[in-house]
């Protein structure tokens, strides 16, 4: 089981997550983080550091953010490894809670 990046991390990607990874399991996109299942060892750290509460063990992920564990997997394969903290965007308070986000995602 591996924990995933769901829709609402799209335009918020704060990045407090990652700096708990015991294993760089972190991939950063212009706009959103993903999860390489192949890397995460179900350490459960990154869920409650998240703010956006954008993250969710596979088994707990909710019926409609599905799709998403394959999208982490595909994106985690592209992306570049993100092995410390950023500061988010300015706007990242704004876009959080906001539904219909998958739209956003910049690959």
Known sequence: MAFVVTENCIKCKYT???EVCP???F???PNFLVIDPEECIDCTLCEPECPAE???AEDDLP???AHF???NEALSKAWPVIREQKDPPADAAEWDGKPG???LLEQ
Request: charge should be negative; aromatic fraction near 4%; include cysteine.
């Open 27 to 29: 991939h950063e996109g």
């Open 101 to 103: 986000k998958l739209e």
């Open 69 to 71: 564990l394959e999208l």
């Open 23 to 25: 294993v760089d399991c």
């Open 54 to 56: 954008a993250i969710f």
């Open 63 to 65: 019926e409609d953010q």
């Open 16 to 18: 407090d997550c990652v």
